[in-house]
């Protein structure tokens, strides 16, 4: 309807933004590679093909425990582009600022980004600036883009059409450490918690799997929408199941108090360093080795499976033995987490 | 996690699972009044652990879901008025009134805060002083104390541009107007955090007119298997009695100082209920000498004519007569993305529930 307007849950990341990507932008922007709709849009270059993407970051606030807006606008591409198979080759970043923002700040948040970029070994190539008038947008808003080179063999794992019962999901550590790092440093929530954010990149943790000539089915960055819309999206449409073990999922103690005393359930929170794998059943305890040799994946775990049962679904096997499905998270959970 | 992991323990869970397989031979209907029982059992599967015998029931436990469309209506036409804040739990901003919500409202440029307690928004109040601050107070007894505590707080610091639209109901009213309704009830499970507030006096009314169990359970696992236990063992053997089986929190005679808050600052007035209609002393209302208080007293507004739903059969669902799956536009028209029916708004709500969490 022509009166309808953007509500903030439009932005959550779950069902309403994917209907709005699906009916507004996809149906003007048509074309093969859009409609693939994965982490980056994989295309045709000369010997490989080409992993391209772009992310925007409006995180409130934006410096948080474990990093900062900058940080989380490298890693953030970079794992896009890593989570197809892709080696991240180059970023580019644009600045929208608010009039007013101390330069300090600005610096801070800048060699942050350099910092990242050092360690993820991807550098910023290129970049733009605007300034707003004050109140026109909130302190600092980044978006960035990235090229990675994509070897043929890899060019399935971001849609992951050769899943079949029995392969094995992979996490490399604990979720929904993010969101819950940036909700409690928020001002207005008053919790006295020192959470980390997870944000890290993790390309080197992929590579190193990938490497290693373990064959990653599929693979995707555990973001806005947690594990449960990581696991939901996959299994949709799908002939096979995807069942996890709640026991085998790992929550820290600190988030998952936050979780309870907010009713926030940790599969639906953000993570912004955290990778889902599958894999084969073979190949699984081969690839846990590896991650949990890397500094990002030491708690990494073996969370579930591809099932003949529930086809087309996700589902939990909770803690006391009961049995759910996970579904997509609907509304918005968290406003501006990443 | 302490205090938590100890109520979730796998081994704890399958030996009542057991004990109630080994005592419960007749049908029997269970219904729990609490929004967080709701989710708590469809998030940690229990329906899928339990014997055929068992049937549970998602009553009226949902505030927000058992709110009047016009208490929205009103709340957006308070929104609407030039520096009017309307401060409120995150749950209700989405609910649909008649021809909008305030999440709506929100992106038209209305000032709405979400808050976490009457206190934040008492703070509002306060570094606001030249708007005026509306608290939207939903609730059953778990949370009409803590906005009595406001109220009282923003009478003692004599503010004047704080004020309270409530919809705090009590919860016995609806217990006992759900069987008067036919409902098929052989035992409720009583809700937690009310009763914490309460005691269990008030259940016992309901025992001893209707012959109907009511045992008050916790939020976890092994409270609500044990409260199903209980109420399994007294249904087997045609003895209906209160209990508590969440002596970890609630006392027969509940919270005094709570009470004491509410009794002071409420009085009780008919309200209605979504699927229930006009319930008698259902209601809480500010008391005369609390009126400066009072949103609904002291600002002025044209409220919407109140236009019903159609075809939504939350009634039904609240009354635990029809599931949700039942309902022709769940998952279909109404999902939590585009609700229709209060009950798949709040994550509490009964649809929401169901939808998030289907058993399997």
């Known amino acids: 309807m022509a009166k309808d307007k953007i509500l903030l849950a439009h932005g959550s990341g779950g069902k309403i933004t994917h209907e709005l990507i699906n009916n507004l932008f996809v149906k003007y922007f048509r074309n093969p590679f859009l409609e693939k709709q994965t982490d980056s849009a994989i295309l045709p270059g000369y010997n490989e093909f080409l992993a391209f993407t772009t992310d925007g970051f409006v995180v409130d606030p934006i410096f948080f425990p474990g990093g900062d807006i900058g940080k989380l606008a490298v890693a953030g591409t970079v794992n896009d582009l890593a989570v197809s198979g892709a080696v991240p080759k180059y970023l580019s970043c644009s600045f929208i600022i608010e009039e007013g923002l101390l330069i300090s700040d600005l610096e801070k948040i800048v060699a942050s980004m350099a910092e990242e970029a050092a360690k993820a070994d991807v550098p910023i190539v290129t970049g733009d600036t605007k300034v707003v008038n004050k109140s026109k947008c909130d302190k600092i808003f980044i978006t960035t883009s990235g090229i990675g080179f994509l070897p043929d063999v890899h060019k399935k794992i971001s849609t992951g059409p050769d899943i079949h019962p029995g392969d094995k999901i992979i996490i490399n550590g604990s979720i929904a450490d993010h969101g819950m790092a940036v909700l409690a440093a928020r001002n207005d929530m008053e919790l006295q918690a020192e959470i980390l954010s997870d944000c890290a990149s993790l390309n080197g943790l992929i590579r190193s799997v990938l490497d290693a000539g373990i064959n990653i089915k599929f693979m995707r960055d555990a973001t806005r929408g947690g594990l449960a819309n990581v696991m939901a999206e996959l299994s949709s449409g799908k002939s096979y199941g995807l069942h996890l073990d709640e026991n085998k999922i790992l929550v820290q103690e600190n988030v998952r108090g936050i979780c309870e005393i907010l009713g926030f359930d940790p599969l639906y929170v953000a993570n912004e360093g955290k990778v889902v794998m599958v894999t084969g059943e073979k190949d699984a305890e081969k690839a846990l080795e590896i991650i949990k040799k890397h500094q990002h994946g030491r708690d990494a775990a073996i969370i579930g499976e591809a099932t003949t049962e529930h086809p087309g679904k996700a589902w939990l096997t909770t803690g006391i033995g009961g049995k759910r499905i996970i579904d997509m998270l609907a509304g918005e959970q968290l406003p501006r987490i990443c | ?360």
């Open chain 2, 1 to 360: 996690m302490k205090f938590i992991d100890e109520y979730r323990d796998r081994e704890l869970v399958q030996r009542i699972l057991k004990e109630i397989r080994h005592i419960s031979t007749r049908d029997i209907s269970l219904m729990e009044v609490c929004g967080g029982h709701t989710m708590a059992i469809q998030k940690f599967g229990i329906p899928s652990l339990l014997p055929t015998t068992i049937k549970l029931l998602s009553g009226p436990g949902c505030p927000v879901c058992v709110s009047s469309r016009r208490f929205i209506d009103h709340a957006i036409a308070i929104a609407r008025k030039e520096k009017h804040i309307i401060a409120t739990f995150g749950d209700l901003i989405r609910v649909p009134g008649s021809t909008s919500s305030l999440e709506k409202e929100k992106a038209n440029g209305a000032d709405i805060r979400i808050v976490y307690s009457i206190l934040d928004a008492i703070n509002l109040a306060k570094s606001h002083p030249d708007h005026k601050i509306v608290f939207l107070g939903i609730g059953f007894e778990t949370t009409a104390p803590g906005t009595a505590l406001g109220i009282l707080k923003a009478k003692q610091e004599q503010l004047h541009n704080f004020s309270l639209l409530s919809s705090h109901k009590i919860m016995p009213p609806a217990m006992e107007a759900l069987i008067d309704e036919g409902v098929q009830i052989d035992g409720y499970i009583a809700p937690g955090h009310v009763s914490t507030i309460t005691g269990t006096g008030m259940y016992q009314k309901i025992t001893k007119k209707y012959k109907v169990g009511c045992v008050v359970a916790g939020f976890e696992p092994t409270d609500l298997l044990k409260a199903i236990y209980m109420l399994v063992q007294q249904h087997e053997h045609d003895n209906p009695k209160v209990e508590i089986a969440y002596t970890r929190a609630v006392r027969s005679e509940g919270n005094k100082k709570a009470k004491e808050a509410m009794e002071e600052v409420f009085e009780l007035q008919d309200d209605w209920w979504r699927g229930l209609g006009i319930l008698p002393a259902s209601g809480l209302k500010l008391r005369d000498i609390y009126r400066n208080f009072d949103a609904s007293e002291v600002i002025e507004v044209d409220i919407e004519p109140t236009k019903e739903d159609k075809g939504c059969i939350c009634g039904e669902i609240l009354k635990g007569i029809s599931k949700p799956s039942d309902c022709k536009l769940f998952g279909r028209v109404c999902t939590p993305q585009a609700p229709v029916g209060a009950c798949m708004v709040s994550s509490e709500g009964a649809c929401a529930a169901f939808y998030r969490y289907r058993g399997s």
